[in-house]
């Protein structure tokens, strides 16, 4: 299983991005729970959202009115989303996502994806 993250990019403030985190690699195969972890220079790491398989999500305080996170089916995600508008130069960070997936071949196990790089500017 592969888990993958796109969809940064630089974008002016108050701009939107939408992120994806895609799991692959096995013909079934369910997110079991995903989170957008996100880190800029000289920062430390700081959740941005959290999804579970049933729709279920917990966000940043300091975000939920600005970013969305779902998935491409209420109870078998492959995919989550995560739709980011107003963005703020402060948003600036690497964005990685991580998951518990399962899958008729490994059972359930936690993947980290690559980062996908978001710049604001100002």
């Known amino acids: 299983v592969q888990l993958q993250a796109s969809g940064g990019g630089l974008v002016q403030t108050g701009g939107s991005l939408r992120l994806s985190c895609v799991a692959s690699?096995?013909?079934?195969?369910?997110?079991?729970?995903a989170t957008w972890y996100r880190q800029a220079p000289g920062k430390q790491r700081e959740l941005v959202a959290q999804?579970?398989?049933?729709?279920?999500?917990?966000?940043a305080d300091s975000l939920k009115d600005r970013f969305i996170i779902y998935g491409d089916n209420p109870t078998r995600m492959r995919t989550v989303y995560m739709e980011m508008s107003g963005l703020r130069p402060e948003d600036t960070a690497n964005y990685f996502c991580?998951?518990?997936?399962?899958?008729?071949?490994?059972?359930?196990?936690?993947?980290w994806g690559q980062g996908t790089q978001v710049t604001v500017s100002s």
């Open positions: 991580t998951a518990n997936v399962w899958s008729s071949a490994r059972g359930s196990v936690d993947y």
């Open positions: 690699g096995e013909a079934l195969i369910i997110i079991r729970t």
């Open positions: 999804i579970w398989n049933g729709g279920s999500t917990k966000y």
